[in-house]
């Protein structure tokens, strides 16, 4: 018997259409239904309305294995899921005597008589099995579709995502994963900085292009965040470790395609990985910071253990103070400006001596949206490392967007430029 391979859900309730209330559950379903290699295909919002949601359950079921339906089951007339479903199945609704029973005795056991009106969440359409709520009064129901319909089954849930997270895991887990035959998908990401998402793309695609055909297809999208780029990788299968080996190689033949801009395929962060190196080669840094004002000192403590390998930091905004807390030359800012390589180097040396680290960090820059000049626009940044004995670095940036983004790159291309050192100093 094929198990379950696709899934759609709908999220039911008014509140999820406006600005206040956001739709969690799906993404919950999501995560946990990708877990047990069931692809969700397509997700829905629709408001307390019975025809548009069984309009909708139609639709889905024709092209789903599994629909799972989330919110509407209590008590109220604004509830609308069972009886859409009911309408959109042609199941009719009726009274299941031993839900009643369990409503009755959960009122009873807080000392409360059961008002008439929790009566409707004891309807339930033809052939569907309560899942039980132990966090609440909505059960669940799971509808097993029969030969010849549309879609193999049709899940409600209750809207709490307390009450829904347990039952999932609790009652429809566990069955997803029996009629699934143990397929499962499974997960990489390889994360790269330094490049555009249209220049990793032009070099990876090609890679990863046949990925899909392989024996084990792997699917690939790629994500853009300022300052970092990730490549996500999936597969499914029942066999985990030919999967977990298809996906192994993947990821190599991507690495091996984008060297040197991949940080790592690992899962680990830019801060981490540089926190790493660091603490390998028994090595600390300091950082000066003028137009990112401490976002890179922030990322770097932000890895368990920085102690080891941070020492600390200045914030160097105002010129003077890139003259008095790092000893810069006024003559040097006289004549070069305040963003400029030889200041830039100037601030990573100083804060290398004033704190006796071995590395010194430095960025200076125009974030925007003013401050900007013909010679230096708004996105200069330049960025300089000053290793003592080793020497020194210092490159210049033009990074895209508005102040935020200018200063997100600035941070990891920093952060970037510390890891490539570090990776040169072998
Ligand atoms: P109840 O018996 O508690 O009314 P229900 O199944 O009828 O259960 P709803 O009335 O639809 O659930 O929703 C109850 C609350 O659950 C909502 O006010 C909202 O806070 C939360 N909720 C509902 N749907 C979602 C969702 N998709 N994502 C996150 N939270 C949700």
Redesign the pocket.
Known sequence: MPGFRSAEII???S??LTPH??????LFLTGRLNDLGIDVRSKAIVGDDRANLAALLRQALARADLVVI??????TND?V?REAVATALDRPLSENDELLAGLRARFASRGMTMPEINRRQAQVPRGAAPLPNSM???PGLWIDMAAGERGRAVVLL????R?LQPMFDQSVAPRLARESGGRRWRRRVVKLTGRAESQVDEVAQPVYGPFRDGEIPIDTTILAAPGQIELHLSAAGADLEAVDRALDEGVARLAAALVPHVFSVDGRSLEAVVGDLLQSKDLRIAVAESCTAGLVLARLTEVPGSSSWVVGGVVAYANEVKISALGVAPDLMALHGAVSEPVATAMADGVRVRFSADLGLSITGIAGPAGGSPEKPVGTVVIAIATGRAGSSVRTFRFPGDRRMVRQQATSAALDLVRRTLLASN
Do not use: F, Y
């Open positions: 999220a039911v309730g509140e999820l209330r956001s739709d969690t559950n799906s989330t919110g509407g089951l209590g008590p509830d899921t609440g009064s909505a209750p809207g709490p995502p009450e």
